[in-house]
């Protein structure tokens, strides 16, 4: 019987492990994607303290930092299946066919990326659609690209691919951008970038392979792009499905509905990161950080106080 049981192994994740640690919690971080979406950041520049590092470096410290608390860490990379509340525990069903019992859990599994549903999308997965453009721009050398997007991952992946690609259609449904002006001001400063702004993408061409886009306006009079990728970076949706089966409440956006103190309406439950309503939804690797930091002091709190 663990005291702590935290699904997910990103930021959020490893975090909690440290601080529960830290209060000699015994705890065990589980989760199908190490490192999650924080992996995808090829330049994180606004970590305190780091001037510059990227994501998989970074994320590898987090994880180094927690699993270094030996005697009160379990870390394992599986699929949690099925959360089941019992009389003050907690039972994770994990892919492998293994369970794991727990006083208290923490939610911390983030978000997946969000698709856009129209035709082409999914027959061309993996045959030129993608979903991370910093992880696989460097397929696409001296290859015409399309980016799908207006805020950070899409606008910093647009400036990554850039330094591959012969061409990069940056394809925005806004004629702004809500990403940091830090990279606005990157990939503005790339001649190979065209901004196709205030357009929306309705289908994505191929055969074998993308060959295009077709887009509900002309852009340089057509509403076909020639591409031989199209990077699709429109957000996520946070990760709630197993919260929501053992009576946690999600707000309109579907964020898993967290207080102060990261505690869910279900005693014992807290959440932190990507997948909560706090912070304002400003999902960052520092905000993640402070709320898993709270949501592991919150746990602590909760078993001192005998509930």
């Known amino acids: 019987m663990y005291d702590v049981l935290i699904i997910g192994i990103g930021c959020a994740g490893y975090t909690a492990a440290v601080y529960a640690a830290r209060y000699k919690l015994n705890t065990f971080i589980v989760g199908a994607e190490e490192g999650g979406l924080g992996n995808t950041a090829a330049e994180v520049g606004n970590w305190p303290g780091i001037q510059e590092i ?42 492998d066919g293994s369970t794991v019992e727990g006083k208290t859990l923490i939610f911390a599994m ?22 991370c453009a910093t992880c696989d721009a460097f397929f696409y050398r001296n290859k ?20 591959v690609a012969s061409k990069v259609y940056l394809v925005h449904r806004r004629d702004a951008f809500r990403a940091e002006p830090y990279w606005v001001d990157q990939v503005k400063a790339k001649s190979n970038v ?19 886009i077709k887009i509900d306006k002309p ?22 499905s197993l919260a929501k089966e053992i009576g946690c409440t999600v707000d309109a956006k579907g964020f898993l509905e967290v207080d102060n103190a990261m505690r869910t309406v279900v005693p014992g439950v807290f959440g932190a990161g990507d997948i909560t309503s706090a912070s304002n939804h ?13 949501a592991a002091n919150s746990a602590f709190n909760y078993l001192q106080s005998g509930h």
């Not at 930092?65 to 039972?91: D, I, M, P, Y």
């Not at 400003?282 to 709270?294: L, M």
């Open 110 to 131: 983030g978000s997946t990326k969000r698709h856009l549903g129209v035709k082409g999308e999914k027959e061309f997965s993996g045959k030129g659609v993608t979903y």
């Open 282 to 294: 400003f999902a960052q690797f520092t905000t993640a950080a402070g709320e898993a930091s709270v």
């Open 54 to 95: 990227t994501g998989p470096d970074l994320m590898q410290n987090f994880k180094n930092h927690a699993l270094s608390f030996t005697e009160q860490v379990t870390h394992k990379n599986a699929r949690v299946l099925k959360v089941e509340k019992g009389q003050g525990v907690f039972h994770l069903t994990l892919d």
């Open 144 to 163: 015409v690209v399309a980016v799908i997007g207006g805020g950070d991952s899409a606008v910093e992946g647009a400036a990554i691919a850039a330094q």
């Open 194 to 212: 065209s901004f196709v702004l205030e357009t929306n993408i309705v289908e994505i061409l191929g055969e074998q392979k993308v060959t295009g």
């Open 219 to 240: 852009f340089e009079g057509s509403d076909m792009l020639k591409v031989d990728g199209v990077f699709i970076e429109i957000g996520g949706d946070p990760a709630t």
